[in-house]
T-cell receptor, first 114, second 112 residues
Framework: DTGVSQNPRHKITKRGQNVTFRCDPI?????LYWYRQTLGQGPEFLTY????????KSRLLSDRFSAERPKGSFSTLEIQRTEQGDSAMYLC????????????FGPGTRLTVL | TQLLEQSPQFLSIQEGENLTVYCNSS?????LQWYRQEPGEGPVLLVT?????EVKKLKRLTFQFGDARKDSSLHITAAQPGDTGLYLC????????????FGAGTRLFVKA
């Protein structure tokens, strides 16, 4: 059984470029979450999927951010026209939603915007 | 708005010492998780507590969920350098929502 995987692990881009991250959740998990984490802080919720449906989005998720989970399995997070303030660790987590919503995290994608 | 406050924010101790970190809220949570995160990696789940007053032990780590399910503590006995990391608590709301709230974490450094 593999855990949550994320690709790429690191991304360096220039301001104004678009970037896309991928998350593959634990196979039997139907819930998938995206978080952003900056240095010294806990993860901040961005968005959440139940199967392919995006059920909740944070106010942190500006118009430049979009997330999809087209087949209810893997998910992508795209950031358009990146800004230096987007530099952070982007974490994906999944959960089964059975009894509790305990979430299991991937290793994250570290984004650096120059 | 539900908030989780963790204390202390930073803790530096010598190997062999005991320590306790706290996670507090004015809100009730249906469950609470503790994670440990190392630099450049995602948080790794340590434990989930569900029942008020519940105590769980994981080797030298003891986790307690408050009776009212509003707070939790993590006690580490005889800390080792390998315990160094960011300890995060996360609470699942008790209002039927799906969103989990994270604290800002306690950064622990154990010196050899």
């Amino acid at each position: 059984d593999t855990g949550v995987s994320q690709n790429p692990r690191h991304k360096i881009t220039k301001r104004g470029q678009n970037v896309t991250f991928r998350c593959d959740p634990i196979s039997e998990h139907n819930r998938l979450y995206w978080y952003r984490q900056t240095l010294g802080q806990g993860p901040e919720f961005l968005t959440y999927f139940q199967n392919e449906a995006q059920l909740e989005k944070s106010r942190l998720l500006s118009d430049r951010f979009s997330a999809e989970r087209p087949k209810g399995s893997f998910s992508t997070l795209e950031i358009q026209r990146t800004e230096q303030g987007d530099s952070a660790m982007y974490l994906c987590a999944s959960s089964s939603g059975v009894n509790t919503d305990t979430q299991y995290f991937g290793p994250g994608t570290r984004l650096t915007v120059l | 708005t539900q908030l989780l406050e963790q204390s202390p924010q930073f803790l530096s101790i010598q190997e062999g010492e005991n320590l306790t970190v706290y996670c507090n809220s004015s809100s009730v949570f249906s469950s609470l998780q503790w994670y440990r995160q190392e630099p450049g990696e995602g948080p790794v789940l340590l434990v989930t507590v569900v029942t008020g007053g519940e105590v769980k032990k994981l080797k030298r780590l003891t986790f307690q969920f408050g009776d009212a399910r509003k707070d939790s503590s993590l006690h580490i006995t005889a800390a080792q350098p390998g315990d160094t990391g960011l300890y995060l608590c996360a609470g699942e709301g008790d209002t039927g929502g799906f969103k989990t709230i994270f604290g800002a974490g306690t950064r622990l450094f154990v010196k050899a």
